[in-house]
């Protein structure tokens, strides 16, 4: 049955026609009124239309790119040093939902629903990046940017507001061109009769898996464009989990078109993947699992009807005509066309012309770019935003803090990495940076080869990746491979000093305050912590103990001896006479009491065992190289009898291990309670002083 289908971008004739549609702004408001949903109507009246406003940092898009600047900028504590009147940070964005784009494979595979991934935009603004004062510290407005005047330093929206900024930060992500195939727009309205669908939107993703699984012979078609497109590995993911589901059914038939279906990859590229070291196993996979591979082969037009497919050659070849009964279609995509007719875009491709490394724009100093809508020359997912988003909010930051003198501080290497399904249960985990080099962080760490699919890393991608993404990612609390962030350490360090002290809030959970002297702290409080506020008031150990001695003395008060945990030694001085005591009877020591505590010794060497010898020693540092995973120092330390801290000295862990188990310190921190939090901060603020 025919149905309408919203494309992510909307034409310049509806742009048009909204125009003269009130104002929907979202959630703003007069500085001073605490934002929140309930002060929609105000806000209006503070970003009217047809009026000029001034930002410090203007956001455009409010995407994977933009929702990980912004809450990075506000949690840095730069700006809750400077004038707390001030408009600091605006994020605009026309889309009422925000969603987990990588999860649209998974519904594509029938793993998850796609209601899973969607968010209403103003939720992830609504909880976080709230200042002492309870204020949100970004404001959003629901509006759409059509042009830019970089040299007078403001932007025009669709609802004819003019925006100034000091700062600009550009992520509106990529344009994907549904037109740019004949056909094809028609063909997914429909997708029952016509057998085409596609995951890479929210309407259509959830066509690709019935169509999976009503499909029981015949030729089914995955096709990949040529040139850019968002999470390159997501056409053929698609097709390898249609591959394995049609094989687990028993109908996958490479050879034998009358006994059930065949496959075909049709790419516009000429291998199956960018960085040579993946595509090579993914093209000995395509082989060896006999599917069809069609290279620079560009699919221009579908005819739903005939369900006929037609692709593009290169070197002046015919087109040519290929039947389908289930097709996969990826549309082809590029930059949005208002940016490519922008003063911002590069001559070459279109995209914001941005400095490869640290993202800043290569001609106006004060407007930054990163995400599908950048000209960063890697390919363009999420986790690539992941590494991006700190070094331009480093750097960003560094230039206002300097009026743009300083030079930038933080260096973006091409990161990027696709999670490669390959089958259910398996994920080959592409890690690369520019030049398509590979850097993979398990195989760094482990001497794993991540081109190998394994079972962990398919955890990472169903579960992990969407639970970090929205728990942590567009709270500004995440960077990928180098774990969690504290954004904090992004500020300039002449701002630090009046930063104040955040942690990753949990979803629906207000942070609550905590004055220490003057200043003020937020943390993440638990339903459970909430229920015991105010703290009870600790039990008496002493009251309750059995084995406690209570001496009534005479003047009337009861004097309480608890026995030493083990048998009295010089060690202990609890049992030695005491004149106040004199004269009154005590139940003497247990008999049954364990031996007394031997005296703690810091030496390297345990008592009774030697030193290790030179060669004992290279010997412990051989087996700490060849796998600091199992050879842990407290193993190392038995098996050589020493102490774990002279392995840890003789032989330190590589830094990658380090890393990655301070990595799972941070995740652990994140679940402490209210008050774990408070005593572990205090320790650190203390532990500064020594
Ligand atoms: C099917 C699929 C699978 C994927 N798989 C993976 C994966 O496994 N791993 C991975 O890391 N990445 C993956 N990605 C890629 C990843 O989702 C994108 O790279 C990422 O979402 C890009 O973020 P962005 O902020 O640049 O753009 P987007 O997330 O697209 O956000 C752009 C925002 O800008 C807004 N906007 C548009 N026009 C305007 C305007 N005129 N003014 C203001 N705002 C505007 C939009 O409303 C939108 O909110 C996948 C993507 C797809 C589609």
Same mark, same amino acid.
């Given at each position: 049955?025919?149905?309408?289908?919203?494309?992510?971008?909307?034409?310049?004739?509806?742009?048009?026609?909204?125009?003269?549609?009130?104002?929907?702004?979202?959630?703003?408001?007069?500085?001073?009124?605490? /934002?929140?949903?309930?002060?929609?109507?105000?806000?209006?009246?503070?970003?009217?239309?047809?009026?000029?406003?001034?930002?410090?940092?203007?956001?455009?898009?409010?995407?994977?790119?933009?929702? #990980?600047?912004?809450?990075?900028?506000?949690?840095?504590?730069?700006?809750? %040093?400077?004038?707390?009147?001030?408009?600091?940070?605006?994020?605009?964005?026309?889309?009422?939902?925000?969603?987990?784009?990588?999860?649209?494979?998974?519904?594509?595979?029938?793993?998850?629903?796609?209601?899973?991934?969607?968010?209403?935009? /103003?939720?992830?603004?609504?909880?976080?990046?709230?200042?002492?004062?309870?204020?949100?510290?970004?404001?959003?407005?629901?509006?759409?940017?059509?042009?830019?005047?970089?040299?007078?330093?403001?932007?025009?929206?669709?609802?004819?507001?003019?925006?100034?900024?000091?700062?600009?930060?550009?992520?509106?992500?990529?344009?994907?061109?549904?037109?740019?195939?004949?056909?094809?727009?028609? #063909?997914?309205?429909? %997708?029952?009769?016509?057998?085409?669908?596609?995951?890479?939107?929210?309407?259509?993703?959830?066509?690709?898996?019935?169509?999976?699984?009503?499909?029981?012979?015949?030729?089914?078609?995955?096709?990949?464009?040529?040139?850019?497109?968002?999470?390159?590995?997501?056409?053929?993911?698609?097709?390898?989990?249609?591959?394995?589901?049609?094989?687990?059914?028993?109908?996958?038939?490479?050879?034998?078109?009358?006994?059930?279906?065949?496959?075909?990859? #049709?790419?516009?590229?000429?291998?199956?993947?960018?960085?040579?070291?993946?595509?090579?196993?993914?093209?000995?996979?395509?082989?060896?699992?006999?599917?069809?591979?069609?290279?620079?082969?560009?699919?221009?037009?579908?005819?739903?009807?005939?369900?006929?497919?037609?692709?593009?050659?290169?070197?002046?070849?015919?087109?040519?005509?290929?039947?389908?009964?289930?097709?996969?279609?990826?549309?082809?995509?590029?930059?949005?066309?208002?940016?490519?007719?922008?003063?911002?875009?590069?001559?070459?491709?279109?995209?914001?012309?941005?400095?490869?490394?640290?993202?800043?724009?290569?001609?106006?100093?004060?407007?930054?770019?990163?995400?599908?809508?950048?000209?960063?020359?890697?390919?363009?997912?999420?986790?690539?935003?992941?590494?991006?988003?700190?070094?331009?909010?480093?750097?960003?930051?560094?230039?206002?803090?300097?009026?743009?003198?300083?030079?930038?501080?933080?260096?973006?290497?091409?990161?990027?990495?696709?999670?490669?399904?390959?089958?259910?249960?398996?994920?080959?985990?592409?890690?690369?940076?520019?030049?398509?080099?590979?850097?993979?962080?398990?195989?760094?760490?482990?001497?794993?080869?991540?081109?190998?699919?394994?079972?962990?890393?398919?955890?990472?991608?169903?579960?992990?990746?969407?639970?970090?993404?929205?728990?942590?990612?567009?709270?500004?609390?995440?960077?990928?491979?180098?774990?969690?962030?504290?954004?904090?350490?992004?500020?300039?360090?002449?701002?630090?000093?009046?930063?104040?002290?955040?942690?990753?809030?949990?979803?629906?959970?207000?942070? @609550?305050?905590?004055?220490?002297?003057?200043?003020? @702290?937020?943390?993440?409080?638990?339903?459970?912590?909430?229920?015991?506020?105010?703290?009870?008031?600790? /039990?008496?150990?002493?009251?309750?103990?059995?084995?406690?001695?209570?001496?009534?003395?005479?003047?009337?008060?009861?004097?309480?001896?608890?026995?030493?945990?083990?048998?009295?030694?010089?060690?202990?001085?609890?049992?030695?006479?005491?004149?106040?005591?004199?004269?009154? #009877?005590?139940?003497?020591?247990?008999?049954?009491?364990?031996?007394?505590?031997?005296?703690?010794?810091?030496?390297?060497?345990?008592?009774?065992?030697?030193?290790?010898?030179?060669?004992?020693?290279?010997?412990?540092?051989?087996?700490?190289?060849?796998?600091?995973?199992?050879?842990?120092?407290?193993?190392?330390?038995?098996?050589?009898?020493?102490?774990?801290?002279?392995? /840890?000295?003789?032989?330190?862990?590589?830094?990658?291990?380090?890393?990655?188990?301070?990595?799972?310190?941070?995740?652990?921190?994140?679940?402490?309670?209210?008050?774990?939090?408070?005593?572990?901060?205090?320790?650190?603020? @203390?532990?500064?002083?020594?």
């Amino acid at each position: 049955m025919a149905r309408s289908i919203t494309f992510a971008v909307k034409t310049s004739s509806q742009r048009a026609n909204a125009a003269s549609a009130p104002a929907p702004v979202a959630l703003n408001a007069p500085t001073g009124v605490r /934002r929140s949903i309930a002060t929609v109507a105000d806000a209006s009246a503070a970003i009217g239309i047809a009026r000029t406003h001034s930002y410090r940092v203007v956001v455009v898009g409010a995407g994977a790119a933009g929702q #990980a600047v912004s809450h990075q900028l506000a949690l840095s504590g730069f700006f809750d %040093a400077g004038d707390s009147s001030a408009q600091n940070i605006l994020v605009i964005d026309p889309s009422e939902t925000h969603d987990y784009q990588p999860g649209w494979t998974l519904v594509g595979a029938g793993l998850k629903p796609k209601e899973e991934f969607r968010k209403p935009m /103003r939720e992830l603004f609504a909880t976080s990046s709230e200042d002492a004062q309870g204020q949100s510290k970004i404001d959003h407005l629901q509006d759409a940017v059509e042009s830019f005047e970089p040299e007078k330093n403001r932007i025009e929206t669709r609802d004819g507001r003019t925006i100034e900024y000091e700062q600009l930060v550009v992520c509106p992500g990529i344009h994907i061109n549904w037109a740019g195939i004949e056909g094809l727009e028609e #063909a997914l309205r429909d %997708a029952k009769s016509s057998g085409v669908s596609s995951i890479y939107s929210y309407d259509t993703c959830s066509d690709v898996f019935p169509l999976i699984t009503s499909l029981d012979r015949g030729r089914a078609i995955f096709t990949q464009p040529a040139g850019f497109i968002k999470c390159a590995g997501a056409p053929q993911k698609a097709m390898w989990l249609a591959l394995d589901h049609w094989k687990q059914r028993g109908v996958f038939s490479p050879s034998d078109p009358s006994k059930g279906v065949q496959i075909t990859f #049709a790419t516009g590229m000429p291998t199956m993947f960018s960085a040579p070291k993946y595509s090579k196993v993914l093209d000995e996979m395509r082989q060896e699992r006999q599917v069809e591979g069609l290279f620079q082969h560009d699919l221009v037009k579908i005819d739903p009807k005939r369900k006929v497919a037609t692709f593009n050659r290169p070197d002046g070849q015919s087109p040519l005509e290929k039947q389908y009964d289930l097709l996969h279609a990826t549309p082809p995509m590029g930059p949005l066309p208002w940016i490519k007719s922008s003063p911002l875009a590069a001559a070459e491709g279109g995209f914001v012309d941005v400095d490869q490394a640290t993202t800043q724009h290569k001609k106006y100093k004060n407007i930054w770019s990163i995400g599908d809508s950048s000209s960063l020359a890697t390919s363009k997912t999420t986790a690539a935003i992941a590494s991006q988003a700190p070094v331009l909010v480093a750097n960003l930051l560094q230039a206002l803090a300097s009026d743009g003198k300083a030079m930038s501080v933080a260096a973006y290497d091409g990161y990027t990495s696709c999670p490669l399904l390959t089958e259910y249960g398996k994920v080959l985990l592409a890690e690369f940076k520019y030049g398509g080099v590979p850097k993979e962080t398990f195989g760094n760490a482990f001497g794993i080869d991540q081109a190998v699919p394994r079972r962990a890393f398919y955890y990472l991608k169903k579960d992990f990746f969407p639970w970090v993404y929205f728990n942590s990612h567009v709270k500004g609390t995440w960077q990928g491979p180098k774990g969690f962030l504290n954004a904090a350490k992004l500020a300039p360090s002449s701002a630090s000093s009046a930063r104040s002290i955040h942690t990753a809030s949990r979803p629906s959970i207000s942070p @609550r305050r905590f004055a220490f002297g003057n200043q003020t @702290r937020t943390f993440s409080s638990s339903p459970a912590t909430s229920r015991n506020t105010p703290a009870r008031r600790p /039990r008496d150990p002493l009251a309750v103990d059995r084995s406690a001695m209570h001496h009534r003395l005479p003047t009337g008060e009861t004097f309480i001896v608890r026995p030493p945990p083990s048998a009295p030694s010089p060690y202990t001085s609890t049992l030695t006479p005491n004149p106040i005591l004199d004269g009154i #009877a005590a139940a003497p020591p247990s008999p049954a009491l364990p031996p007394p505590i031997k005296p703690r010794t810091r030496s390297s060497v345990l008592p009774g065992s030697q030193p290790l010898t030179a060669q004992q020693i290279l010997q412990l540092q051989a087996l700490r190289k060849e796998d600091p995973l199992k050879n842990t120092a407290s193993k190392l330390a038995k098996q050589f009898g020493c102490s774990p801290t002279f392995v /840890r000295i003789a032989a330190p862990a590589p830094k990658e291990i380090k890393e990655l188990r301070s990595s799972a310190l941070d995740a652990l921190r994140r679940t402490w309670g209210l008050r774990k939090q408070v005593a572990r901060t205090e320790k650190a603020e @203390r532990r500064k002083l020594w």
